[in-house]
């Protein structure tokens, strides 16, 4: 079910996060005042555990929130959807973890980056992390950050981790100046041999497992959710606003045109409907996605039913898949939108960059999601190539 409530307070910000998207674009970072936008309504508290100020709210009701915004802006709404699930992920660590970042402030923000780019020495008490990592979003306004690594390890299995740091142990490199979701401020971490205590980690096998060891404290049905499927479908919706906010920045635009070669109204013309009716399909075949998938998941959650690993490989190619018909939907609209679609105070050019800055994300290259999808169905009980489910 829905949290209206949750939902109101984000419509209610939808106007002026709209109004400041360029001012977000040409910031390269989310603006301070949509940050304490979102701090004041609560909505980077939604998946939360509930014993640190959270609201524990449904994924459903999240990724509504997220696709309103990215309607609106999708630099804006990649914020609020990484930096959000960031606030789950936490409720899988250890206990100390938890009370080392939300100890004092439960508002502080974590960042990430977690392609396993730096260097992971393990030493007496736990790790000692160097290198440089790419594309951590929001990391201006966050104060910790998520690092992937892989640990030295004999075992058959990669110990791949996500490790926790403070502000105190990195460095935020401004590189970010980029092509498509430019407001997103994503800019490299550098870490210079910074100590990582090992409560302040978190092992892939663990949250494929279901094994993870904040579940002893956060025992509610959220933390027993699969870490990849969520993580995986949170940088997929905003494909979805963005595709929705192309959508009506079409229609607007159309039903007011008039064709400069004969004076005739664009919206009369049949190939300009066709397009805004294969694109409305495509989005309403994404929203209908998620809503099955994570009805079925929540409810096996709710349960406390194991959720198959079937299920989450299929879970894993539909968020893929969700980004596919986003980028569909706004090239079909792009194309269709003439030359002013070039201009930069036309949105739709920006929804056209943002969404295929999305689709290039590691998570949402098709290839690799079907890849696992496609293993499951082939190999019923065989180890997939992958953990991240």
């Avoid at 009701?61 to 914020?79: E, G, N």
């Avoid at 970042?101 to 000692?128: C, H, M, N, Q």
Wanted: glycine letters at 8%; charged letters at 20%; proline letters at 6%.
């Amino acid at each position: 079910m829905l949290d209206e409530t949750y939902l109101e307070r984000v419509r209610r910000l939808v106007p002026t996060i709209r109004n400041r998207a360029a001012a977000c674009e040409a910031l390269r970072r989310l603006p301070d005042e949509t940050a304490e936008e979102y701090r004041n309504a609560g909505l980077l508290r939604a998946l939360q555990p509930q014993r640190w100020g959270g609201l524990e709210l449904s994924p459903l009701t999240f990724f509504c929130a997220v696709t309103d915004i990215a309607a609106a802006c999708p630099s804006s709404a990649w914020f609020l959807s990484v930096v959000g699930i960031h606030n789950w992920q936490l409720g899988l660590f250890p206990e100390q973890a938890q009370e080392d970042v939300w100890g004092d402030d439960t508002s502080v923000l974590i960042s990430s980056s977690y392609a396993p780019t730096g260097k992971v020495e393990r030493v007496d008490g736990g790790f000692r992390l160097s290198g440089r990592w790419s594309f951590s979003s929001g990391c201006d306004h966050c104060q910790w950050v998520f690092l992937g690594g892989v640990t030295p390890s004999d075992g058959p299995i990669p110990d791949m981790r996500t490790f926790l740091l403070p502000r105190s142990d990195y460095r935020i490199i401004d590189n970010w100046h980029v092509a498509g979701l430019a407001g997103t401020g994503s800019k490299d971490i550098v870490v210079e041999g910074a100590f990582v205590p090992e409560h302040r980690t978190h092992r892939f096998v663990d949250a494929y497992m279901f094994q993870n060891p904040g579940q002893a404290v956060n025992t509610g049905p959220l933390f027993r959710l699969p870490f990849g499927c969520l993580f995986a479908f949170a940088i997929a919706v905003p494909a979805i606003g963005a595709a929705r906010g192309a959508l009506e920045a079409y229609r607007t635009y159309m039903q007011a045109k008039i064709a400069a070669y004969d004076g005739s109204k664009v919206a009369d013309d049949p190939f300009a409907q066709r397009r805004l009716s294969e694109a409305a399909v495509e989005i309403s075949a994404a929203e209908a996605d998620v809503q099955d998938t994570w009805k079925a998941m929540c409810a096996q959650a709710d349960a406390g039913d194991a959720i198959p690993l079937s299920a989450r490989a299929r879970a894993r190619w539909s968020a893929a898949n969700i980004v596919l018909r986003g980028v569909r939907a706004v090239d079909l609209l792009f194309e269709a939108s003439g030359g002013r679609a070039l201009f930069l105070d036309n949105p739709m050019q920006r929804y056209f960059r943002d969404v295929h800055a999305m689709r290039a994300h590691a998570l949402n290259n098709p290839d690799r999601a079907s890849q696992v999808f496609g293993y499951a169905e082939l190999h019923p009980g065989g180890t997939p190539p992958e953990f991240f489910l």
